[in-house]
């Protein structure tokens, strides 16, 4: 039921249905994290005396000398990473013991994400939770966004994220919802595998960067002209066709493992801000088996190119394809593309690009390591735990892009290797 007093946001239907799961989840959120805390809780929490739970709060929450607003301190971790305001049922015990008007900010609302479209909210969910990446992969549902009540009256400010003014008409943001439709059109479309599709949209961002750097009169239409273009080489065939030739699927898995092992080992190397390295025990077994399956088919086949069909992946793909769709949407509509944080299209789509293809090659290596019992869980506890281990990493992906940058292979040549 919406509330006229209640800010409103639009979300697809696995927004609406996500309810934690609490001690029955198979992970928990704050695990391995930095938790931050608003400044008006961390008041409220330091005003507590006399529990035990107020003297949790004194040790283990500080003031984040770099942080304000709502990273005005921090939750330090126990030994084991874990936040240690959890309890033995891995609840939250400020939630338990004293409500959850005392969370911060941040305990909230994880995992929802609100973002601003021109004047639209619109709310999403990262995928680093286990149930909300459940919900979002496997739902076969459209993305119809609807209204849902946020609870919250409207004189109370919300915490959004991104958000940008649309422009008059010859700019981007005036062009939103036509790019975003094409966008939609080619995650869903399935007259092409998908790393083709993906292809497709890299090189109209080329073309579309291309237009916004040149500024010509007619924007709008040349910009309308262009997406028709896209759309019609896909129908055709005749995009297709070109790309196979191009990018002939024996020459470029080599390339495509070498530097996926170059950028998973980038990752594992990396530390915690305070230098504790952390590896989620989920990622880490996804990570073994990725290995074991690779392994089991290169000694299965002994030759290079039968290593590189993976064909258990690409038909669990081809009955499922909903998965990696739902993947890709809510990467890109979360974001907010194409007026995500960076200007370029091409940037922006190589984000989503580089880590598209880390979890197809991925999810090819379990496949190949699980046999008949790979499943859809899998394909879940793959995509939550990467999502906690490398997309709520800020550096990671700077770093990367730099190590291809650094080698030469930073252009959509590279990205369609890797997504092949
Ligand atoms: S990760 Fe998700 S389901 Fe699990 S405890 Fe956190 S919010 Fe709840």
Redesign the pocket.
Known sequence: MLSKNHHIAQAPEYVHQFK???SS?P???CNGWSVDIDKNTFKKMRDLKGTELASRVKKYFKINPEGSGNSYARVTMDSDLKCPMQNEEKLCSIQVEIGAEYLSHTCKT??RKIVKNSFVKEMYTTLS????ARLCLLSEDGWSLKPLDLGVPIGKPLLVQGGYKEEAEGTISFNFEMIRAFVYELCRGRNMPSWKRMLLLGLTCQKIDAMVESKPENFDAYLEQCILESRLSSINGTFSEQVENILPIAKVKHLQASLIKLMTEERLRMTRADQRPFFNETFIRCIKQTVDGYNKSLEASNQIDELTRYSRFEQFDKSKPHILENYLINGFFSSLFPMGKKTSLVDQWSDQMIRYALIRFYLKGMSESLGSDFSEKDCVDLIYSFAKVIEHNSTFLPRIKEMLKGADMDGIATIAILIR
């Open positions: 934690c799961i609490g989840c992970d928990t959120c994880y995992p939770c286990p149930e909300a």
